[in-house]
């Protein structure tokens, strides 16, 4: 059973810093590219970024592109999502998604708040 958990969410201020972390288990975590997506309130999920399977590409919505970064260990089966000068409209649920079984995340919350 393909199984994805987020954590690492919570509240920060403007500016700064969060570490996301999805741990994935139920099939062979090095073969497969992951996603991370958000939904804000209101608004249709999005994609935030993609890795590919041996991290050795990667790609960005133009909205965080020079501020976050996506990476992943394999031998820790798990991918990551380090977000860094967080603004307001980062505000969102993030999700990891792994797009080969159609499985997401139950999500973890980010709110940017001063």
């Known amino acids: 059973q393909v199984q994805l958990v987020e954590s690492g969410g919570g509240l920060v201020q403007p500016g700064g810093s969060l570490r996301l972390s999805c741990a994935a288990s139920?099939?062979?975590?090095?073969?497969?590219?992951m996603n991370w997506y958000r939904q804000a309130p209101g608004k249709a999920r999005e994609l935030v970024a993609f890795?590919?399977?041996?991290?050795?590409?990667?790609n960005y919505a133009e909205a965080v592109k020079g501020r976050f970064t996506i990476s992943r260990d394999n031998a820790k089966n798990t991918v990551y999502l380090q977000m860094n000068s967080l603004k307001p409209e980062d505000t969102a649920v993030y999700y990891c998604n792994a797009p080969w079984f159609g499985v997401w995340g139950q999500g973890t919350q980010v709110t940017v708040s001063s």
């Open positions: 139920g099939f062979t975590f090095r073969d497969y590219p």
């Open positions: 890795i590919s399977s041996s991290g050795g590409a990667v």
